[in-house]
């Protein structure tokens, strides 16, 4: 089975910019779940999708969205990009039968 | 904010030697899990134990859940070169929201 696949793997971009990110689960896994991590704050939950629907959601501003497929392929958009914004991206599937959650390579964010 | 907070924050160990890493929480869980991480990379899911699990076992892993002290730790033996990562344990409260510590930089030295 193949494992969560993140694209693209770097991106950089300038302040004010707006960000994509994609990420495809495990075959199979409906719940997909989105985290930041910096030196400073370490690992952050961003979101979680399941069946095209965000089930649950951290603290963070109107400017992080995303949105799940009927693939169950998932999106993140960060808008008006800012320095801080500037993180490993991770996104995670979960299948429907355990709690372990599986992530992907990540996406190396820069803002410039 | 952070539920888990590892210790010790750093370990430096000997090849062969086994390494103890420990976290704590704040508040009830319905499981948690510990994760590895090789230079920024992605996370690799260790283990997962369950509320009402006190130990489990995986190849050289063996982690123990503590929910009245809400503690757990990791104990890696016979570590090897390749152990040399960051760990970090997360906590699930049944909401697939995990909450993750600063996590804990092991080496190992050849």
């Known amino acids: 089975k193949a494992g969560v696949t993140q694209t693209p793997r770097y991106l950089i971009k300038t302040r004010g910019q707006q960000v994509t990110l994609s990420c495809s689960p495990i075959?199979?896994?409906?719940?997909v779940s989105w985290y930041q991590q910096t030196p400073g704050q370490g690992l952050q939950f961003l979101f979680e999708y399941f069946s095209e629907t965000q089930r649950n959601k951290g603290n963070f501003p109107g400017r992080f969205s995303g949105r799940q497929f009927s693939n169950s392929r998932s999106e993140m958009n960060v808008s008006t990009l800012e320095l801080g914004d500037s993180a490993l991206y991770l996104c995670?599937?979960?299948?429907?039968?355990?709690?372990?959650?599986?992530f992907g390579p990540g996406t190396r964010l820069t803002v410039l | 904010s952070q539920q888990g907070e590892e210790d010790p924050q750093a370990l430096s160990i000997q090849e062969g030697e086994n390494a103890t890493m420990n976290c704590s929480y704040k508040?009830?869980?319905?499981?948690l899990q510990w994760y590895r991480q090789n230079s920024g990379r992605g996370l690799v899911h260790l283990i997962l134990i369950r509320s009402n699990e006190r130990e489990k076992h995986s190849g050289r892993l063996r982690v123990t859940l503590d929910t009245s002290k809400k503690s757990s730790s990791l104990l890696i033996t016979a570590s090897r070169a390749a152990d040399t990562a960051s760990y970090f344990c997360a906590t699930d409260r049944a909401n697939s929201k995990l909450t993750f510590g600063k996590g804990i930089t092991l080496s190992v030295r050849p």
């Open positions: 995670a599937s979960r299948g429907p039968l355990y709690n372990e959650q599986f």
């Open positions: 075959s199979g896994h409906r719940s």
């Open positions: 508040t009830s869980i319905n499981n």
